[in-house]
T-cell receptor
Framework: DAGVIQSPRHEVTEMGQEVTLRCKPI?????LFWYRQTMMRGLELLIY????????DSGMPEDRFSAKMPNASFSTLKIQPSEPRDSAVYFC????????????FGEGSWLTVV | AQTVTQSQPEMSVQEAETVTLSCTYD???????LFWYKQPPSRQMILVIR??????QNATENRFSVNFQKAAKSFSLKISDSQLGDAAMYFC????????????FGGGTRLMVKP
């Protein structure tokens, strides 16, 4: 079974540009999470979806960030306009419903905003 | 709110030796899950082992085992017969069973393995 697939793996962009990160969760998983990892703040949950519906977006830093999940097999995290402080590794993760199920992470998208 | 603390920023172990990574957490809940994730230089987050709080038996996965002390809110990871490929950041994480889906992570421990 394929794991969580993220793209791009690495992106370097200029300040002010729009960035779109993509995620394909594991088939059959109905929860999808976006995490951000920085040296200063460690791993933070940005938003999560259940059955394609955003449930908790309290971790989204500001209005420049938006996430969508148009269907069960695809999600995007968009930053517009990007700023240097957005530089981080962004992880997508998914799990099956049921309280005991483990969250599996993608390989991450390493974003650098210059 | 739950917090997870890893008090060892860095640890070092000789190849083939055993090392223990510490993790403590704070919660008022009685039922929850605990995890150790490994993050090698590739940055991927890889699940190493998980423990369900209602199970008294310590989880074991090959060379990896945990020492779960529920009363002390302690969840340490023991790596036996350390290998060079074990070198990575290790994160302890907590997830409530009943209150949402958020994984709360500790700050991580960097493990170095000396040949």
């Amino acid at each position: 079974d394929a794991g969580v697939i993220q793209s791009p793996r690495h992106e370097v962009t200029e300040m002010g540009q729009e960035v779109t990160l993509r995620c394909k969760p594991i088939s059959g998983h109905d929860y999808l999470f976006w995490y951000r990892q920085t040296m200063m703040r460690g791993l933070e949950l940005l938003i999560y979806f259940n059955n394609n519906v955003p449930i908790d977006d309290s971790g989204m830093p500001e209005d420049r960030f938006s996430a969508k999940m148009p269907n069960a097999s695809f999600s995007t995290l968009k930053i517009q306009p990007s700023e240097p402080r957005d530089s981080a590794v962004y992880f997508c993760a998914s799990r099956k419903g049921g309280s005991g199920n483990t969250i599996y992470f993608g390989e991450g998208s390493w974003l650098t905003v210059v | 709110a739950q917090t997870v603390t890893q008090s060892q920023p860095e640890m070092s172990v000789q190849e083939a030796e055993t090392v223990t990574l510490s993790c403590t957490y704070d919660t008022s809940e009685s039922d929850y899950y605990l995890f150790w994730y490994k993050q090698p230089p590739s940055r991927q987050m890889i699940l190493v082992i998980r423990q369900e709080a209602y199970k008294q038996q310590n989880a074991t996965e090959n060379r990896f085992s945990v020492n779960f002390q529920k009363a002390a809110k302690s969840f340490s990871l023991k790596i036996s017969d350390s290998q060079l490929g074990d070198a990575a950041m290790y994160f302890c994480a907590y997830r409530s069973k009943n209150a949402g889906n958020m994984l709360t992570f500790g700050g991580g421990t960097r493990l170095m393995v000396k040949p």
